[in-house]
């Protein structure tokens, strides 16, 4: 069992920077594919960003080149930097691991966070 925190959402201005950070407890997280969805109101959970267990990282065309996601494995943790951030990025920010080698939809990860909230003002 893996439980995972979210934490680091904000209310932003457009064009700034914020990092989310997602803490794991129970299992070593490093052990894992961890990735970062997303869901804005009226819309379906979309993904973000991921990093495999190999340590390769992946994202949505979205957000290529604005967002970075790295691991820390000291502190059993990852992280989403995001910058040059925009108005539809707005949404609830989750984390989520799976046992998966390149996961990228919802249904193939096993644990998920409650959620952060980031809101970018235009």
């Known amino acids: 069992q893996v439980k995972l925190v979210e934490s680091g959402g904000a209310l932003v201005q457009a064009g700034g920077s914020l990092r989310t950070s997602c803490e794991a407890s129970g299992r070593t997280l490093s052990s894992y594919s961890v990735g970062w969805f997303r869901q804005a109101p009226g819309n379906a959970r979309e993904f973000v960003a991921a990093?495999?267990?190999?340590?390769?990282?992946y994202y949505a065309d979205s957000v290529k080149g604005r967002f970075t996601m790295f691991r820390d494995n000291a502190k059993n943790a990852v992280y989403l930097q995001m910058d040059s951030l925009k108005p539809e990025d707005t949404a609830v920010y989750y984390c989520a691991a799976s046992p998966l080698e390149r996961p990228k939809t919802t249904n193939e990860y096993d644990y998920w966070g409650q959620g952060t909230q980031v809101t970018v003002s235009s």
């Open positions: 990093v495999a267990y190999n340590g390769d990282t």
